[in-house]
C-alpha cells in the first residue's frame, strides 16, 4: 500500500510564509503527477498547484507568485512554499499523487493525502 504523509501546515499571520511537505511511502515504483489541493470551508476542493514527473508545474492564478510547488523525486517527495499568505488561503491542504505500485502485480492510483490545516490571520 502506500501512504502520502503530509507536514507543515499551521497558523500564521497575513503576510506569512509557510512550507507543506507531502512524503509517498510504500512498495512505489514510479510516480508522475503531484500536485497540492485545499478546501476552504463550505467552498469545494480546488487545485492549488500541480507538478509533473518532469517538472512542469501549473498553478492557480489565486497563487501565482506567491505559490511555488517542487518535488524530490529521490525522496518521494513534494514541496508547497507559499509566501505572502492571505486569509483567503485559509483551508485545508491535501496533497494527490499519481504513483504505480508494486503489490504483487503493478498497478497506477490516485493518492491523496489526510490533509493539512492552513489558517491565515488577517
Known amino acids: 500500500q502506500v501512504q502520502l504523509v503530509e507536514s507543515g501546515g499551521g497558523l500564521v499571520q497575513a503576510g506569512g510564509s509557510l512550507r507543506l511537505s507531502c512524503a509517498a511511502r510504500?512498495?512505489?515504483?514510479?510516480?508522475?503527477?503531484m500536485g497540492w489541493y485545499r478546501q476552504a470551508p463550505g467552498k469545494q476542493r480546488e487545485l492549488v498547484a500541480n507538478?509533473?514527473?518532469?517538472?512542469?508545474?501549473d498553478y492557480a492564478d489565486s497563487v501565482k507568485g506567491r505559490f511555488t510547488i517542487s518535488r524530490d523525486n529521490a525522496k518521494n517527495t513534494v514541496y508547497l512554499q507559499m509566501n505572502s499568505l492571505k486569509p483567503e488561503d485559509t483551508g485545508v491542504y491535501y496533497c494527490?499523487?499519481?504513483?504505480?505500485?508494486?503489490?504483487?502485480?503493478?498497478?497506477?492510483?490516485?493518492?491523496w493525502g489526510q490533509g493539512t490545516q492552513v489558517t491565515v490571520s488577517s
Open positions: 507538478i509533473t514527473g518532469g517538472g512542469t508545474t
Open positions: 494527490n499523487a499519481d504513483i504505480w505500485v508494486d503489490v504483487g502485480v503493478i498497478r497506477g492510483g490516485d493518492y
Open positions: 510504500g512498495s512505489i515504483l514510479s510516480i508522475n503527477a
